[in-house]
């Protein structure tokens, strides 16, 4: 099992999500039919230069609800789990120690619910002390094989978590106008 993680906040919440799949094939299958399938939209070449380096949420969910529809249905479409855990926020600015000890919460809660041997990869942060901490953190559940930070740019698993973490947030938030939710909610758990 692999675990793809990407975290997300506004000014009431802060969460942390991860994409759990059966192995790597299934997400670049994935991806590659649904990379297929934005490619049919009709983008100028500006527009698929900017979105088709890397599928952001904050980019698909201002300028092209479609696409991200596109995504999260193809997200929708094969075997998969979507867990996430969501902390409330004290006050709408968090220092970045309380803020990476959240995170170091958050992940936690989800490695403690998982069931099989995973391999988790989460989102660089470019801090190296942090992401040590993580993987220290993180490396002591026992249904851990490995935890690894990545460049999401270069792993598709990361932009799909990406756009679950805006998709999550958008509804926890009663934001979430375009009914993004719907999508994927059948393969949502909350730890």
Do not use: W
Request: with cysteine; aromatic share 10%.
């Amino acid at each position: 099992m692999i675990l793809y993680v990407d975290e997300t906040e506004n000014d009431e919440y802060f969460i942390v999500a991860g994409l759990l799949v059966n192995s790597a094939s299934d997400i670049e299958s994935a991806y590659k039919k649904f990379k297929n399938k934005a490619s049919n939209s009709f983008l100028s070449e500006k527009d698929k230069q900017r979105i088709f380096t890397e599928f952001k949420s904050t980019i698909l969910d201002r300028h092209f609800q479609k696409i991200k529809v596109r995504l999260l249905n193809e997200i929708s479409a094969f075997d998969n789990s979507i867990i996430y855990s969501c902390e409330i926020k004290k006050t709408e600015v968090i220092q970045q120690s309380t803020k990476e000890d959240s995170y170091i919460l958050l992940l936690s809660k989800i490695a403690a619910s998982l069931t099989e041997k995973t391999d988790i990869v989460f989102d660089e942060f470019n801090k190296l002390d942090f992401e040590r901490k993580i993987i220290t953190a993180i490396s002591q559940y026992s249904n851990v094989h490995s935890i690894i930070a990545k460049d999401s740019r270069t792993v598709p698993g990361l932009q799909f978590a990406d756009n679950i973490c805006s998709v999550l947030r958008l509804h926890k938030s009663n934001c979430d106008r375009e009914n993004y939710y719907e999508i994927i909610a059948n393969k949502v758990f909350e730890v």
